[in-house]
């Protein structure tokens, strides 16, 4: 166990929008993140695509999915500082249920499976697993062209501060607007 770093664990489901949380999150300057930006200028870049983590580093931020943690690393990267993130499955944002849908070729119109689903990602089931600071972001916020209220929410869940908001709110609306266009909306 690593005692005295500050790291942020982001749980999430695959196509949920973790790896774009995390380049946002590196505007902060908490977290030790390289990040590309120009990639989400790049006709259609993923997110996923912008972002080369140091997994030796402190102060940084690592992605998970909670069928595919791999639990010792967790512990290994893990300390009384670390702060655990999870993205919850979308009620409302109709843009990220279909890129989960899109990205997963799955349908969560199915109650029981969504629902299944939805249980795995909630941290009063994850924080069993992996004790700490445990913190949701609405996906619906997360898919949302509403950069303050996204900002300000997280400022407030991770006691962090964007220096850059106006970097952080042009690259959120060109990932919502890439992915738009990727699903034809």
Same mark, same amino acid.
């Given at each position: 166990?690593?005692?005295?770093? &500050? ?16 380049? $946002?999150?590196?505007?902060?300057? !908490? ?5 590309d930006y120009s990639r989400y200028f790049v006709g ?14 402190? %102060? ?13 690393? +967790?512990?290994? +990267?893990?300390?009384? &500082? ?9 009620? %409302?944002?109709?843009?990220?249920? !279909?890129?989960?849908?899109?990205? %997963?070729?799955?349908?969560?119109? &199915?109650?029981?499976? !969504?629902?299944? $689903? ?23 916020? $997360?898919?949302?062209? &509403? ?10 869940? $991770?006691? +962090?501060?964007?220096?850059? !908001? ?11 607007? %890439? ?7």
């Open positions: 166990m690593i005692s005295s770093t &500050n790291n942020l664990v982001i749980v999430f489901f695959p196509g949920a929008g973790g790896h774009h949380l995390a380049n $946002l999150l590196s505007i902060t300057g !908490r977290y030790q993140y390289i990040v259609g870049a993923d997110s996923k695509h912008a972002h080369y983590q140091d997994d030796s580093a402190d %102060n940084s931020i690592y992605l998970c999915h909670y069928g595919s943690a791999d639990d010792s690393h +967790i512990e290994k +990267i893990s300390g009384p &500082n670390t702060q655990f993130l999870v993205i919850h499955f979308p009620i %409302n944002n109709k843009l990220a249920w !279909r890129r989960i849908e899109i990205y %997963n070729k799955i349908k969560l119109r &199915n109650f029981h499976f !969504r629902h299944d $689903l939805e249980k795995m990602y909630k941290p009063q089931h994850l924080e069993k697993l992996y004790p700490g600071k445990w913190s949701t972001v609405m996906a619906d916020d $997360l898919f949302s062209d &509403n950069t303050d209220l996204l900002f300000d929410k997280l400022e407030n869940y $991770l006691g +962090i501060q964007f220096v850059d !908001r106006e970097l952080g709110s042009s690259l959120h609306l060109q990932w919502i607007k %890439n992915i738009s266009v990727c699903l034809g909306t």
